[in-house]
């Protein structure tokens, strides 16, 4: 059973949040606030599996929450649920590792896939979104170029990295190790003179 911590500012949507996933078996909610603050005290308690979080927040925000997450090592993967979010704000969570996101205008069955997608160790980024975050202008004019510049390997990485997995679910995928991926990452970087993964995403995605 997997535990959820909801988290929106707005109660009326929160209600129903938890009124659909009341009715999926394999989920339980172990706790949902309209406080970022009450959120993140829930996420370190027992049984937080994953938080379901609002980017935009009065008091604690979804990508402070998801700094929180990662600077104590709480170990629970954060999915934004959100109805706005920058290019900027894309491309900041990508850098922390956000597991998944996805807007408030998405069916509800996006929603429940996106989850069990997160519960299985996966991410969950969709490639509309993924468009829209501000990166560094690629030096190379197409996906033509980037996949002749790598070696078979690197472009096997890259192509996994693009559908959001980490160097650690690269790494036993490909039978490697994490820090292996992490080198052929930066001779990818260095090939496409790219500085990270949003990047090598929006290239390889054009």
């Known amino acids: 059973m997997?535990?959820?911590?909801?988290?929106?500012?707005?109660?009326?949507?929160?209600?129903?949040?938890?009124?659909?996933?009341?009715?999926?078996?394999?989920?339980?909610?172990?706790?949902?606030?309209t406080s970022g603050r009450e959120a993140l005290e829930l996420l370190r308690g027992e049984g937080a599996s994953i938080g379901v979080i609002d980017v935009s927040m009065p008091d604690l925000g979804g990508m402070d929450i998801l700094k929180a997450v990662i600077d104590q090592r709480l170990g629970v993967p954060i999915i934004f649920l959100t109805a706005t979010i920058t290019g900027g704000q894309i491309a900041e969570a990508l850098d922390l590792g956000v597991s998944g996101l996805l807007l408030k205008e998405s069916a509800p069955e996006a929603l429940i896939t996106c989850l069990r997608e997160v519960a299985a160790g996966r991410r969950w980024l969709p490639a509309d979104l993924l468009a829209k975050a501000e990166v560094p202008a690629p030096v190379l004019k197409d996906q033509a170029d980037a996949c002749a510049m790598l070696t078979r390997r690197e472009l096997e990485i890259a192509k996994l990295v693009c559908r959001g997995y980490s160097n650690k679910m690269i790494a036993r995928e490909l039978e490697s190790s994490a820090g292996t991926v992490k080198i052929h990452l930066q001779n990818i970087y260095q090939k496409l003179q790219i500085a990270n993964r949003t990047a090598l995403a929006s290239l390889i995605l054009n």
């Open 2 to 33: 997997c535990g959820l911590v909801l988290c929106d500012d707005h109660p009326l949507l929160l209600r129903g949040l938890c009124d659909l996933l009341e009715l999926e078996p394999d989920f339980t909610i172990v706790g949902a606030s």
